[in-house]
């Protein structure tokens, strides 16, 4: 019984890391691939590129959001299920006070409630393009803090705090 319970908790496991690689791989593609870049900025043809990559931006960046939520509610209820009363489960219960309270969290628990009963994350990109041979272009992904606490009744105070202590946005790839 406890090797399926840590086989659902690893499956859980599995499905958020390779939500999370695939959000990074699409955000340093952005910040590392110059084809890329140009497609993005680019306003001369039509936009499929860039049409393309922030769909897949949309759909990663959820699927990351609800995977990370979903592991941290199985992982709970693994641990109470299975090691109730123990030093490991008090253990387990500091830590993730501590997740709990960090500013991060709070942004990251209402960015996805935003996701699913707002809408879609406001996207900008900043960078520059390589014009010239031996050029290096920069791309950077952000969220629009500005239009995020636009959305009344999303944030709580913690997490509003946040998306202010980024008056600039909140970059994507740290």
Do not use: C
């Amino acid at each position: 019984m406890v090797h399926q319970a840590w086989t659902a908790l690893w499956r859980s496991f599995d499905v958020y890391t390779d939500n999370m690689s695939e959000l990074r791989a699409l955000l340093v593609a952005a910040e590392t691939n110059e084809k890329l870049q140009t497609e993005l900025f680019q306003n001369v043809r039509a936009p499929t590129v860039r049409t393309a990559y922030f769909r897949g931006l949309d759909k990663t960046l959820h699927n990351a959001l609800a995977g990370a939520v979903s592991l941290v509610d199985h992982t709970r209820r693994h641990v109470a299920e299975n090691f109730p009363e123990t030093n490991f489960s008090k253990d387990f219960e500091a830590a993730n006070s501590t997740v709990y309270e960090m500013p991060e969290s709070a942004f990251l628990r209402r960015f996805r409630n935003y996701l699913l009963h707002v809408g879609h994350a406001p996207f900008k990109m900043t960078g520059t393009l390589a014009v010239k041979h031996g050029d290096k272009g920069t791309l950077t992904v952000w969220l629009i803090s500005e239009e995020l606490l636009s959305a009344e009744n999303v944030w709580t105070v913690p997490a509003r705090k946040f998306i202010e202590d980024h008056p600039d946005g909140i970059p994507l790839l740290a």
